[in-house]
């Protein structure tokens, strides 16, 4: 059984930061493409950053120079690490996994839909707040 477990959320002042993890279990963790999403309220879903199993990375524009992405095979453990937040970084931020980078996007695309299912898993979430 596939599970994705995040925590490290909280609530931070603006320019403060925080890491995120992600326990990951029930899958090959080294061979899958991991990311981040996250949604705010009132919001559609956004990426945040995808780390292949090469260890290629992309970020979201919003996000580039602030959060690092990055794995830990031998940990089956994701991270997140997220500087100089800004209060529109508030969020719910999830950990997903997918078998390819179309998988991932397709996952995103599908996010509040039970046919996501068909193109990866993702983990409850964790809320981040940043209060101005």
């Known amino acids: 059984q596939v599970q994705l477990v995040e925590s490290g959320g909280g609530s931070v002042q603006a320019g403060g930061s925080l890491r995120l993890s992600c326990l990951a279990s029930?899958?090959?963790?080294?061979?899958?493409?991991m990311g981040w999403f996250r949604q705010a309220p009132g919001k559609e879903p956004e990426g945040v950053a995808t780390?292949?199993?090469?260890?290629?990375?992309t970020y979201a524009d919003s996000v580039k120079d602030r959060f690092t992405i990055s794995q830990d095979n031998a940990k089956n453990t994701l991270y997140l690490e997220m500087n100089s937040l800004k209060p529109e970084d508030t969020a719910m931020y999830y950990c997903?996994?997918?078998?390819?980078?179309?998988?991932?996007?397709?996952?995103?695309?599908?996010?509040?839909?039970?046919?996501?299912?068909?193109?990866?898993?993702r983990g409850q979430g964790t809320q981040v707040t940043v209060s101005s």
């Open positions: 780390i292949d199993s090469d260890g290629s990375t």
């Open positions: 029930g899958f090959t963790f080294s061979t899958y493409v």
């Open positions: 997903a996994a997918a078998r390819s980078k179309l998988a991932m996007t397709w996952l995103l695309k599908k996010f509040s839909s039970p046919e996501s299912a068909d193109f990866g898993y």
